[in-house]
């Protein structure tokens, strides 16, 4: 092997022993446009490392997607969920924790979120917050150059390189302080990136994040006194997180770093994750941040899961709050959990957005946060998530005044005894009404629409929409359908009826939007998902080729 293929540990600084890079490279194609810039984040190195990701990953990751499907069959047949024999004396051991809290993360009493784009991420960072959840799931639409130029936004942002004029303005990360600790969240383990292909298959998405995240922000993280931070989506089974883990150790070792340096809180989102919170904790031990309540998927996967069940019909969105009881014993039992583990309990996000030319209506909505956080740290939640920064002084304000230490892992919960039957209680008091139909309807296309403009993020009604209340408009208007629901109005919700709302909506909104809107083709594919038949895993997977440029191979060797 001539010494021009081959890169040693002592040369890069990165792996240990031989290389053979034109072998590791062959069949590695990049089908989407790279420039000088984001060459810097995909080089030689770091394409290598993704593909040891993909070839030692992702038929793991596969077979734990069919395993879905398994459990999906199960339920459709009236089957419920229920706590895993198999894993009882996991959960039944008070003697295994979970990983202290690293460095940046002891406080996470505020976290912003949002997607990578640059002005984003100063904004960010420039917030009276503790964290940021650097966004490249749910609030972001995963074209090429929002996923390649995201990952080099927070690399610049990492080594303070990111100011930049827009116009006259200038957006510059403030000096005078500590910035927020910053958390990288992965697309979940369903979604590819089509743009990065391995032996002809495309790498999931979860890998592509995490690897150049990690390759290319590791060691300088921990240079600057914090390390690569993780937000895990979608996770249905602690065999997902195993996975994870999995990755965390080869990644560590991969570049010769501490085992137990990266942490990832996982997005207790899903109902099937509810039963297995303990689990998923003592797989990542080590690399355990926590878990966070993930309210909006979460009712949204409890639709899907028992979609065919007529016990689980919910009544309109604005009904299913946080005091519902099936909502209400997710998050005690979340903290519960979190705290008995010694870790995180992270509370849901306030997706309100300031409204500026309505004092009445603000102030109103600015009450429904401050009662939410309220809520949240008088439960024991260590921390909450905001969108917008104009929120963070709010959130701040009641955290502050009920939890004067860093956190409050201290609050035990130890009167709180949660069974399969509370998680799976459907006693959702409400109707639903053509109003609800309505607003999901103008939801669901509005997110849409704007997903597929290359927009993961849309301000509907003065709330920050993202793709997790998309998929509970969705599986509402499916599931209401399916099972003939009634009205407060006394019609059932059958086919002709959601799709005549459905068009009427897209009518609506296509007339009063900006011109060359997509909201034609945003209705040609809601309208598969709304009448009970179809339904597909999730809405993102179904639009995603319309956002996918696959465009000239550059084989990776060329890089």
Known sequence: MSHSHTTTGRESGRHTGPVNTEQVLKDVNILGGLNDQTRKILNKDATIFL?????????????????RVVRQAELDKGNLLDFLPETKHVREND????????????????????????????????????????DFEDSNAPTWDNMINGQLNLHDAIRRQV???????????RSDRVLPTLIARARGWH??????????????????????????????????GTGPYYYLPKMESHLEARLWNDVFNLAQDYIGMRRGTIRGTVLIETIPAAFEMDEIIYELRDHSAGLNCGRWDYIFSVIKRFRQNPAFVLPDRSAVTMTSPFMDAYVKLLIKTCHRRGVHAMGGMAAQIPIKNDEAANNKAMDGVRADKLREVQAGHDGTWVAHPALAAIAAEIFNAHMPTPNQMFVRREDVHITSKDLLNMDVPGSITEDGIRKNLNIGLGYMEGWLRGVGCVPINYLMEDAATAEVSRSQLWQWVRHGSPTAEGKTVDKAYALKLLREQAKELETNGPKGNKYQLAAKYFETQVTGEEYAEFLTSLLY???????????????
């Open 95 to 134: 003697a295994w924790k979970g990983a202290p809290p690293a460095p940046g993360l002891v406080d996470r009493r505020i976290e912003i979120t949002g997607p990578t784009d640059r002005k984003m991420v100063v904004n960010a960072l420039n917030s009276d917050v503790w964290t940021y959840m650097a």
């Open 191 to 224: 979604l590819e990136e089509k743009h990065f292909t391995v032996d002809g298959e495309p790498i999931s998405g979860s890998l592509f994040d995490f690897g150049l995240y990690f390759f290319n922000n590791a060691e300088e993280l921990v240079k600057r």
């Open 545 to 559: 080729n319309e956002i996918t440029n696959v465009g000239e191979k550059t084989p990776a060797a060329k890089l």
């Open 51 to 67: 593909a040891v990701l993909h070839r030692t990953f992702n038929a793991t990751r596969k077979a734990l997607l069919q395993r």
């Open 163 to 173: 100011d930049f004029k827009q116009g006259e303005k200038e957006y510059k990360l």
